[in-house]
């Protein structure tokens, strides 16, 4: 069964430092990898995702995510968070043989001035 | 591309009721999933179809809880003689088919609250 572990529930950065999301995953193979954004009371945005290929991938918005297959890693990162970047963030893994999306339990991320 | 749309957006019922939402997909799009989210938590997985054909359904759809997407077009999820632990944001999302390298597009809910 495939699984997705976000280790942090809440992390607060100060607007213009750097952002990194950990996202853990479980399965069989290679998993295709996803990040969504999710404000208050919306739907989820995707912002980038994993097939194969290049171990970073780009998103919108200035993300980016590195798969690391050693590690079942596929962290996301920005250089410079803006106050607008204050959200809830989900990692989600879906098997090759596709179908549902499993979530992880998310971060939310809280930018100060 | 319209997005994914969900009707209503909130809905409010008492214990007991049966409630229904409705989603429309993206006009090209064949799949069609619905989640359930609580707070804190991320989505999970309920249902999907493709086309009108319901492929998989989670063991959290209970007997209360019926999906269906008759023309392969809109869908909608009813609750029968609705608890309180059914209070959630209900999310539909909608993909092209492929080995699950489409991505979800989702709208932006349909929060049940239960009083």
């Known amino acids: 069964a495939q699984s997705v572990t976000q280790p942090d529930i809440h992390i607060t950065v100060s607007e213009g430092a750097s952002l990194e999301l950990r996202c853990n995953y479980s399965?069989?193979?290679?998993?295709?990898l996803f990040w969504y954004v999710q404000s208050p009371g919306q739907g989820l945005q995707l912002l980038l995702k994993?097939?194969?290929?290049?171990?970073l991938v780009q998103g919108i918005k200035g993300f980016e995510a590195e798969f690391k297959r050693s590690q079942s890693s596929f962290n996301l990162r920005k250089p410079s968070v803006h106050w607008s970047d204050a959200a809830e963030y989900f990692c989600?893994?879906?098997?090759?043989?596709?179908?549902?999306?499993?979530f992880g339990d998310g971060t939310t991320l809280t930018v100060k001035p | 591309d319209t997005g994914v749309s969900q009707d209503p957006r909130h809905k409010i019922t008492k214990r007991g009721q049966n409630v229904t939402f409705r989603c429309d997909p993206i006009?090209?799009?064949?799949?069609l999933y619905w989640y359930r989210q609580t707070l804190g938590q991320g989505p999970e997985f309920l249902t999907y179809?493709?086309?009108?054909?319901?492929?998989?359904k989670s063991r959290l759809l209970s007997d209360r809880f019926s999906a269906e997407r008759p023309k392969g077009s809109f869908s909608t999820l009813e609750i029968q003689r609705t608890e309180q632990g059914d209070s959630a944001m209900y999310l539909c999302?909608?993909?092209?088919?492929?080995?699950?390298?489409?991505?979800?597009?989702f709208g932006d809910g349909t929060r049940l609250s239960i009083l």
């Open positions: 994993y097939f194969s290929g290049d171990t």
């Open positions: 006009s090209e799009h064949n799949r």
């Open positions: 999302a909608s993909s092209l088919s492929g080995y699950g390298n489409q991505p979800q597009h």
């Open positions: 989600a893994v879906v098997g090759t043989n596709a179908g549902k999306s499993t």
């Open positions: 399965y069989g193979a290679t998993p295709y």
């Open positions: 179809f493709q086309n009108e054909a319901q492929l998989e």
